[in-house]
């Protein structure tokens, strides 16, 4: 969590904090996964917890830019499955890091102050997708000791491209205080999340979603741009 925080800390010093421009912010929330050890689509019983930080900078009422930095947690286990991987055995768990720039698109964004510069509450929903890297470190876990010398696997990477793809709305309540929630899907160009892929699927790359919520904090001043014209 001090490195998320040293990582936000650093990127916003680079940034312009005129007009309330810039978002400082936390997430917390869940983590899933999809891969060789898990059958269905999403298995909510290996579900796991995620945090972060992350800094957004308002191009525009419409356009925004984020970077995330993120830690979670994934898991997966064959004796969750209804099919014929229950009965091989095989668990693992990871940590996992990611790092992330998305641009968001907020179709009913606005001002935050009205023409007088009055600040209004707003509800902004909004999609985003981006590019990003992912670092992790699975641990497999097998019940029959024959399969040991199969992990690691020799091609095993940690690393790996993501391209997030986000939904969400934020809620601006406050003049320097905003909350969100966000459910993001997160390709990957690796099949290595879970420390299988020679010896599953090697076919199919892993893939992981994120949900929770959001809260961030207004830096800069507030510059509105006064209009009197009669309406």
Wanted: aromatic share 16%; net charge negative.
């Amino acid at each position: 969590m001090k490195r998320i925080l040293i990582y936000v800390l650093l990127l916003s010093s680079f940034v312009s904090f005129g007009q309330q421009k810039v978002e400082i912010g936390f997430s917390g929330g869940f983590a899933n996964y999809q891969g060789d050890l898990v059958e269905d689509p999403i298995d909510f019983s290996e579900t796991k917890f995620s945090y972060g930080g992350f800094l957004r900078y308002h191009i525009g009422d419409k356009i925004k830019l984020r970077g995330n930095f993120l830690h979670a947690f994934i898991s997966g286990n064959d004796a969750n499955a209804t099919g014929t991987l229950k009965d091989r055995g095989w668990s693992f768990d990871s940590d996992l890091l990611e790092a992330t720039l998305i641009g968001e698109y907020h179709p009913l964004g606005k001002e935050r102050y009205g023409s007088t510069g009055i600040f209004e509450r707003r509800i902004s929903p909004y999609i985003g997708m981006g590019l990003g890297m992912a670092y992790f470190r699975p641990k497999v876990s097998v019940t029959n000791p024959e399969d040991a010398s199969l992990f690691p696997e020799a091609s095993e990477k940690t690393t790996s491209l993501s391209i997030p793809i986000v939904v969400g709305a934020r809620a601006d309540l406050f003049e320097f205080f905003s909350l969100g929630l966000e459910v993001g899907w997160r390709a990957t160009l690796n099949d290595y999340l879970d420390g299988v892929s020679q010896n599953g699927r090697q076919d199919r790359n892993d893939w992981y979603v994120l949900a929770g919520f959001t809260a961030s904090f207004f830096f800069g001043s507030v510059e509105p741009d006064y209009n009197f014209e009669a309406k």
